[in-house]
């Protein structure tokens, strides 16, 4: 089983709609996890750190759940700017163990 | 914000030579720097990690005599590509860390380097 599992894509979803994903988590040691986001040929930027409690950012909402041992992230009245790949990435411990999942590729449609 | 460059943003080499990338933070001090490898549709591949006045730590299966790291100063390392090959044409990119305290977790990318050997 893969450290960091994602679902590729991609998402093809209507502007406005609610879109959300998932990302799970081998290591049950992980102690921080966060989204990032990246756009076609560009750096990874960091989109919004998960908390135990959740956190939300305007649009964005992120959960992690570590019982299932799962993140995810819901975005709510996309945007065509939304379009882009979603990275979920986990720290098992110091900077040596973050591992990046694959990305969720989002495409946001007209 | 915390600011990383990246230089060159692409290269194209012929094979056997040498390519070497920059990776500056510019508006922090940077005691450690992680460079990444990144093939299309796949996750960023952590390559190795880079302190400020030590030996870089690799990864399992990268070649330290390859990918040569310095990190010569607070704002500045270098990866080099050494007798580059086609198969190491890929997406490069460097994060720093800040070391802030309250974000110890958070990286800050560089822009990446694409690198093309023929």
């Known amino acids: 089983r893969k450290e960091v599992e994602q679902d590729p894509g991609p998402f093809n979803v209507p502007e406005g709609a609610t879109v959300a994903f998932n990302c799970t988590y081998s290591?049950?040691?992980?102690?921080?996890f966060f989204w990032y986001r990246q756009d076609c040929r560009k750096e990874p930027k960091l989109l919004m750190s998960?908390?135990?409690s959740g956190n939300e950012d305007g649009r964005f909402t992120a959960q992690l759940n570590r019982a299932s041992q799962y993140i995810s992230l819901l975005i709510r009245d996309s945007k065509l700017s939304d379009s882009a790949t979603y990275l979920c990435?986990?720290?098992?411990?110091?900077?040596?163990?973050?591992?990046f999942g694959i990305g969720t590729k989002l495409q946001v449609i007209p | 914000g915390a600011v990383v460059s990246q230089h060159p943003s692409r290269v194209i080499c012929k094979s056997g030579t040498s390519v070497k990338i920059e990776c500056r933070s510019l508006?922090?001090?940077?005691?450690?720097m992680f460079w990444y490898r990144q093939f299309p549709k796949q996750s960023l591949m952590l390559m190795a990690t880079?302190?400020?006045?030590?030996?870089?730590?690799?990864e399992q299966g990268v070649e330290k005599d390859k990918f040569l790291i310095n990190h010569a100063s607070l704002t500045l390392s270098t990866l080099t590509v050494t007798s580059a090959h086609p198969e190491d044409s890929s997406f490069y990119i460097c994060?720093?860390?800040?070391?802030?305290?309250?974000?110890?977790?958070?990286?800050?990318f560089g822009p990446g380097t694409r690198l093309t050997v023929l």
């Open positions: 880079s302190n400020e006045g030590s030996k870089a730590t690799y």
């Open positions: 998960v908390y135990s």
């Open positions: 994060s720093a860390v800040t070391g802030d305290a309250v974000r110890t977790d958070t990286q800050y």
């Open positions: 290591n049950s040691a992980s102690q921080s």
């Open positions: 990435v986990v720290n098992s411990g110091g900077y040596q163990k973050v591992t």
């Open positions: 508006d922090f001090q940077a005691t450690t």
